[in-house]
């Protein structure tokens, strides 16, 4: 009876367990909403923030999102090539904890860094290539990590077969591994861009802040984000400034959303795709 | 102190040199778009944000792109040349000044600070003195019903209510004319934290800190028992958020809100001794009308542009910045509770203008 | 998305298949050779990242750690000093403003602190989440749930700042903190006041629910790898499942969810904007209970780095630095001490990186 009892309370705390994992980010996305009710509109993507809008935050990071992209997949991917198909193991370990390591480092001090050397020393001024760079560092690494593993997963039969054909590596590669991989390592590269657009730290001190449009210009012009609204407006005295960085909020996690919703929808198309390629 | 004498000396050089009238440097509408950035004090910023429109107006190819941020990130980005212009409450320290010789702190607008509290059941314009303020930032004075407060204001009576002072945690001017204040009226102070855009505040058990002086607001307004300082230019609003401003009194001993009349009654006390390179207190000026916490509020810029069009363009915004009949006027600087810079500074004004060249 | 499905390729199982596809070089074409370098450098970018990084960190702290000695660790002042006083402090052959300070201590306990309570709560949970799920609940809600903790891992850490601020913190202190000062009030750490809802306690909270991702799906993926052989014997013997649980399943994952934890422990060390937003504040003091404003290695960062460009000795800026130092190695040790811990115990399940992913 005693241990039937004790059973049953370890799975209601169990439960309570998950309930309180579930209960955080329905609570997140209702305080967004109620926060940015009043606000929420088609402004907000046809004015700036000065007009109570946030079309230049949107615009900018899109931007960002861009950039990173441009940045990270040619680096990334072929980083992860180099790891799933010539890294020897002891080496590609090493290369591996490098990685690992840099994607827990925080992200301030990437900023910092950032900050002090290109905009600083550099006399890069608030400039959108030194937050593209500071960016670039913190997303890199789940790029070449998911890279890595598409590879991986993709069948050694069909890399045995090209190479018993007698292409060379780099054909094998090109005809043989690299297709059935690419939608893994397309989603790996959605997930990249999710964390790249909900990031502040690196990019406070190294972009800076602007009302305006992007200006598309590397150096000496700041620009605007989303996150940095979500943060700097709440600290402003008027309501209308509070829904708006609620609604920035709410459009960040809009964009996070569908940015998940396409990566299961590519990774579902793998799972398909070397099905077929395995029949 | 050495750096102010040399830059000092060295301005008064330069006038000395060229004692027949020279020539002024072009201003007008850029002839293509140019976009001044700008980032600093929170003070200045509601200010900024009515006169970037006007600018536009003006210039049609001159935009003015403020931000918040802190004077003391006004100030950095000036000396990173991350912003063109940084806007300060606080005037550039020496050592500043001296490691940065091609910076200058340009005045636009004068500014003043009220001390604001929240008090339940409390009436408005409660007096203090600087010394008093001192006291309870540094921790002597903890109660709201204490008798140094009570000596103050007889014939009100306050609760048993902890003060929660609130002071800024990101370096700004703010900062800076408030300890300025309480170093002026308080020898403690004077000898301990002293002034500065930030400074080593006193340890004390109730106090609570803000970013910026929305954040002063927004911290006062939740917590019953505080007392915080904040920029004119938002006071309205921290009004309409249910603080009560109290009067401060000033060096004749009187009791002074920050208004027009006494803001004036400052500037006029100190505008006739303002420096060459226009780095000038105006805290406790002399004066029974005079608010004892009054401010120019800087852009600063520097000296050496990039190209001949963006020093015209800064050219172009400051001079049209500081005229009475353009971005100066009073229905700009009353939104903000700022008043215009006294007669006798604008030639002084006028002359850094023409310093900065492509 | 990726961890789930492709997890197993990276494990210590694939490590045979690697080695058998290890190149050897004469297989190579010279077309080959060159891009194996290209590959090869590009694999190196992070690393040469990392280094970099730390390198431009160490050099700049430097000079904050030679002017204030053993103090930067043991000194409870932090502060700039009298940027606008004349004369200048000259210590350790170092040069800063007249009374300079650079004390990190409040700073690192505020760190400790926030990150230990968040990971004393986020573990239990996680795994009694985790437990819940693969045991109690019916299998179609299982991949409902991993993309939940795909969108938790995903939300930006200003978005839980916001939270925080707006509905978290206000309602822990209007409702529950008073509840916890009452009850919990003969411990002094836990006495009232318990503020308006910024400070120590609610940062806590929400780093916990930042790290939970972390934690949750890598145990998951740990309790997958449990034989269901073991497990189906000790049912069969009588065991109720929370024997089971605690008898087969807890001992063969204990090792994996030690270096998830670790993980997520560092995770919170670093974490900055959601800290910022929510801890109230409070440089250079300690809190004065666990509902009062602090503030951490990360926050202050930010929330100095302007202040510290003003300061024309530059000494302001190495101290930042040399917060970041401290602040970099602690994380990196944690983040080792997690990955070393896996690679011992194996059981073929690879860690997440960074966020959970």
């Known amino acids: ?174 005809r043989a591994v690299l297709p059935p991989a690419i939608p893994a390592i397309i989603s790996g590269l959605v997930v990249a861009v999710a964390i790249g657009v909900g990031e502040t730290a690196p990019l406070l001190y190294t972009i800076g802040f602007s009302d305006q449009n992007p200006s598309l210009q590397p150096f000496q012009h700041s620009m605007g984000y989303l996150t940095y609204v979500v943060f700097y407006w709440i600290s402003l005295p008027s309501k209308t400034d509070h829904e708006l960085g609620g609604a920035a909020g709410l459009i960040l996690i809009g964009m996070l959303l569908v940015l998940i919703a396409l990566g299961r929808l590519v990774s579902r198309w793998t799972s398909r795709y070397s099905a077929s390629m395995l029949s | 102190m050495a750096g102010l004498l040399i830059l000092g000396s060295f301005g008064g050089n330069v006038a000395l040199a060229k004692s027949k009238k020279p020539k002024a440097l072009p201003t007008g509408n850029p002839s293509s778009p140019i976009t001044l950035t700008e980032a600093g004090s929170t003070l200045l910023y509601p200010y900024l944000e009515v006169l970037a429109p006007q600018v536009t107006s003006a210039y049609p190819h001159l935009t003015l792109s403020p931000a918040a941020g802190g004077s003391g990130l006004g100030i950095a980005d000036a000396i990173g040349s991350l912003t063109t212009l940084g806007g300060s409450d606080a005037y550039l320290s020496a050592a500043d000044a001296l490691a940065n010789p091609g910076l200058m702190n340009v005045p636009i607008a004068i500014s003043a600070q009220a001390v604001d509290y929240n008090v339940p059941g409390a009436p408005s314009y409660l007096k203090f ?55 002026a009226t308080n020898k403690a102070w004077a000898n301990g934290p002293s ?99 009054v401010n ?63 | 998305m990726i961890t789930s499905e492709g997890g197993a390729g990276q494990s210590a199982g694939s490590a045979g298949s690697q080695a058998r596809r290890a190149v050897r070089d004469r297989d190579l074409t010279r077309r080959d050779r060159l891009a194996r370098l290209g590959f090869l450098v590009a694999a190196l970018v992070p690393s040469g990242m990392l280094l970099f990084l730390a390198a431009e960190i160490i050099r700049e702290a430097i000079p904050a750690f030679t002017f204030s000695g053993w103090g930067f660790f043991t000194g409870q002042i932090f502060s700039f ?16 403003p007249h009374g300079a300070a650079y004390g990190a201590l409040p700073f690192m306990v505020g760190t400790l602190a926030c990150s230990v309570i968040a990971l004393a709560i986020a573990v ?158 409070l440089l250079d003091r300690l809190p004065v209970n666990i509902y009062g404003s602090f503030s951490t290695l990360a926050a202050s960062i930010v929330d100095l780095l302007d202040s510290a460009l003003t300061d024309a000795t530059g000494m302001a800026v190495h101290a930042l630095a040399a917060l970041g130092c401290v602040l970099l190695i602690i994380t990196i040790a944690t983040n080792l001490g997690g990955r070393l811990i896996i690679r011992r115990a194996s059981g073929g399940v690879p860690l997440p990186i960074g966020r959970g992913i």
Not at chain 3, 255 to 260: F, K, N, P
């Open chain 1, 1 to 174: 009876m005693i241990r039937h009892l004790r059973d049953l309370g370890f799975w209601t705390l169990c439960l309570i367990a998950l309930a309180l994992v579930i209960f955080p980010s329905v609570s997140i996305v209702i305080s967004l909403v109620q926060q940015a009710w009043p606000v929420l509109g088609w402004h907000l993507f046809t004015a700036g923030t000065p007009d109570d809008g946030l079309q230049n935050a949107i615009l900018g990071t899109l931007v960002l999102c861009g950039g990173i992209l441009v940045v990270t997949a040619p680096v990334g991917i072929a980083g992860g090539i180099y790891l799933a198909e010539f890294s020897h193991l002891r080496q590609g370990s090493w290369i591996r904890l490098g990685y690992e390591t840099l994607a827990g480092i925080p992200s301030i001090v990437v900023g910092f860094v950032g900050y002090v050397v290109l905009d600083i020393e550099l006399h890069w001024g608030f400039s959108l290539l030194a937050g593209i760079l500071a960016l670039s560092a913190i997303v890199l690494p789940y790029v070449v990590k998911t890279t890595e593993v598409a590879l991986l997963q993709v069948p050694s039969t069909l890399r045995d077969g090209a190479i018993a054909l007698g292409l060379s590596r780099l054909t094998t590669l090109r």
């Open chain 2, 129 to 183: 003195t600087g010394n008093v303020l001192a006291e309870i930032y540094q921790g002597k004075i903890t109660n709201w019903d204490a008798s140094q407060i009570a000596h103050l204001n007889p014939g009100v009576t306050l609760p048993n209510l902890a003060i929660v002072p609130v002071r800024r945690v990101d370096s700004s001017g703010d900062t800076f004319i408030f300890t300025s204040f309480l170093t």
């Open chain 2, 195 to 293: 002034e500065g855009t930030t400074v080593t505040w006193p340890a004390v058990s109730n106090e609570l800190t803000a970013e910026g002086n929305p954040g002063m607001i927004t911290v006062c307004t939740a917590t019953p028992g505080c007392i915080a300082y904040i920029g004119v230019s938002v006071e309205n609003q921290a009004i309409e958020a249910g603080l009560k401003e109290s009067l401060l009194q000033n060096k004749s001993g009187k009791f002074v809100r920050p208004i027009e009349s006494t803001i004036t009654a400052a500037v006029a006390a100190g505008a006739g001794s303002t420096p060459a390179n226009l780095t000038q207190s105006l805290i406790y000026e002399k004066g029974a009308k005079a608010y004892p916490i």
């Open chain 2, 296 to 358: 120019f509020e800087y852009l600063i810029v520097q000296k050496k542009q990039k190209t001949k069009a963006l020093a015209e363009a800064i050219r172009t915004f400051f001079s049209w910045a500081i005229k009475t009949s353009a971005g100066a006027t009073p229905d700009n600087l009353t939104a903000v509770d700022f008043v215009a810079m006294p007669a006798v500074v604008i030639p002084k004004v006028e002359a850094a203008i023409q310093k900065i060249t492509g």
């Open chain 3, 81 to 96: 000093g009298q940027l606008y006083a004349p004369t200048l402090t000259h210590h350790n052959g170092v040069v800063a």
């Open chain 3, 124 to 281: 239990p949970v996680s795994v009694g989440a985790v437990l819940a799920l693969t045991e109690r609940v019916p299998y179609r809600f299982q991949s409902g749930m991993s993309v939940f903790l795909e969108v938790l891992a995903g939300i930006p850490s200003v978005a839980y700042g916001l939270w925080g601020v707006l509905f978290f913190g206000p309602f822990m202190a209007a409702h529950v903190y008073p509840v916890l000062a009452s009850v919990l009030g003969f411990i002094p750490l836990f006495r009232a006041p318990v503020g308006f809802g910024e400070g120590l306690l609610t940062a806590s909270l929400v780093l916990a629910v930042m790290i939970v991702p972390i934690i949750a799906a890598t145990t998951r993926e740990l309790i997958r790898t449990v034989p269901i052989l073991a497990k189906e014997g000790a049912l069969a013997l009588g065991m109720t499942p929370y024997e089971t649980v605690k008898v087969v399943t807890l001992p063969y994952v204990r090792r994996g969810i030690l270096a998830a934890s670790l993980l997520g422990w560092a995770r919170a060390l670093g974490e900055t904007m959601a800290v910022l937003m929510i801890s109230g504040n």
